[in-house]
Each structure stands twice: as structure tokens, then as C-alpha cells.
T-cell receptor
Framework: DSGVTQTPKHLITATGQRVTLRCSPRSGDLSVYWYQQSLDQGLQFLIQYYNGEERAKGNILERFSAQQFPDLHSELNLSSLELGDSALYFC????????????FGPGTRLTVL | AQKVTQAQTEISVVEKEDVTLDCVYETRDTTYYLFWYKQPPSGELVFLIRRNSFDEQNEISGRYSWNFQKSTSSFNFTITASQVVDSAVYFCALSEARNSGNTPLVFGKGTRLSVIA
């Protein structure tokens, strides 16, 4: 158990809908990362937050957004969903230092029908 | 730009055989970190090891060992006496060091290891 929690574990929805994925980092970790794992793109970094502020952006679509709240949990919002958004979405957390390691949550498997 | 290449897409071995998973990386930074993660069939990503660019000493942890060679930009992972429970997808990843904290991970495509009893 990495100490990172993600809910829900599975999500099935229809095209055009909007969903919210939730992540709670490990105790003491201030940084949260979101990654997408799909069959064709592999594991890709989406976005990073540190102590409530956006720190880095990767290959995140404009239809996707995220935020980190004062209690450090983070939410990833996916809107106008398309079939191609079906993937495993991981959240990771770290202390954010030069020697830090990212620990991953169990992931949320999103299926868009 | 950072890049991680895992040329072996799938490997199949018989239990108790040794197996080496290859990882080749590209970076222009002199300070960086290399990682291996395991993704078992249950789907979670499990951290295995972190190695910094200044430490080329090989590491052994039980049946696992890692060989880091800067000269060939490689960070290979060997499992000795493989077991069925080692069956998983293994990812190599790279992060570059910054004073404000390391960059997000860049992953290879992964190697699927199947250990047959």
C-alpha cells in the first residue's frame, strides 16, 4: 500500500459526459501528479500541483482540468468525454525534493462508452 | 528532451530462469534520477528502485539487481531465479533534477514479463 488513495476505482460513463477523479496524497506529501495510461500512448504525465499551485503541465487536453485543495487532495476533471479518453488514470504524490520518489495510487479505470 | 526506451515489449521465461530487462535513456542533464516500477496484473504501479546519476554502483535487493552504466545510458534490471509472482509489466522512468524539485517522470513503454511455472 503506497498510502496514496484514489476514488473511484472504476468509472463507466458515456461520451459527452463529465467526470471527476479524486486523489489523496500520502501524509506529508505536498506534490500531486496525474498520469494517464492508455494502450496507444503508454504512461503520460498530465499535470502536477504543489501545495495548491500548478507546477507543471504535460500532455493534458483542454477538456481536462485539475486542482489541489487546501487539505492537499486533488481532483482531475474530465469533460466532453470521448471514446479515446478511456484509460487508467493514476495519481502520484511526493515530498518534492531533489531526491524524491513518486508513489502511485491504485488508479481509476475510466471507460467511456 | 528526455526519452526512455524499453526495446523488449514482451519476455517469457520459465520459472527459476534469470531474466534481464533493458532500459536505455536520453537526457541532456548531468543530474537526473532513474526509476523502475512494477505493474502487476492488479494494475497498481509499485516503486522498486531510484538511482541518481552520480551513483553508478550496482544495487542488489534479494533476487533483484540493477546495473547502471552512464557510458551506455542504460539502467538494466535483472531478476534472478524468476518466480510466477514476478509476472508483471515493468517500467523504467527518468526524472531530471531541479532545485525546485525533480521533473515529472518520463516512462518507457514497459516490458511485459511472463514467468511460466
Amino acid at each position: 500500500d503506497s498510502g496514496v488513495t484514489q476514488t473511484p476505482k472504476h468509472l463507466i460513463t458515456a461520451t459527452g459526459q463529465r467526470v471527476t477523479l479524486r486523489c489523496s496524497p500520502r501524509s506529508g506529501d505536498l506534490s500531486v501528479y496525474w498520469y494517464q495510461q492508455s494502450l496507444d500512448q503508454g504512461l503520460q504525465f498530465l499535470i502536477q500541483y504543489y501545495n495548491g499551485e500548478e507546477r507543471a503541465k504535460g500532455n493534458i487536453l483542454e477538456r481536462f482540468s485539475a486542482q489541489q485543495f487546501p487539505d492537499l487532495h486533488s481532483e482531475l476533471n474530465l469533460s466532453s468525454l470521448e471514446l479515446g479518453d478511456s484509460a487508467l488514470y493514476f495519481c502520484a504524490s511526493s515530498v518534492l525534493s531533489r531526491t524524491d520518489t513518486q508513489y502511485f495510487g491504485p488508479g481509476t479505470r475510466l471507460t467511456v462508452l | 528532451a528526455q526519452k526512455v526506451t524499453q526495446a523488449q515489449t514482451e519476455i517469457s521465461v520459465v520459472e527459476k530462469e534469470d531474466v534481464t530487462l533493458d532500459c536505455v535513456y536520453e537526457t541532456r542533464d548531468t543530474t537526473y534520477y532513474l526509476f523502475w516500477y512494477k505493474q502487476p496484473p492488479s494494475g497498481e504501479l509499485v516503486f522498486l528502485i531510484r538511482r541518481n546519476s552520480f551513483d553508478e554502483q550496482n544495487e542488489i535487493s534479494g533476487r533483484y539487481s540493477w546495473n547502471f552504466q552512464k557510458s551506455t545510458s542504460s539502467f538494466n534490471f535483472t531478476i534472478t531465479a524468476s518466480q510466477v509472482v514476478d509476472s508483471a509489466v515493468y517500467f523504467c522512468a527518468l526524472s531530471e533534477a531541479r532545485n525546485s524539485g525533480n521533473t515529472p517522470l518520463v516512462f518507457g513503454k514497459g516490458t511485459r514479463l511472463s514467468v511460466i511455472a
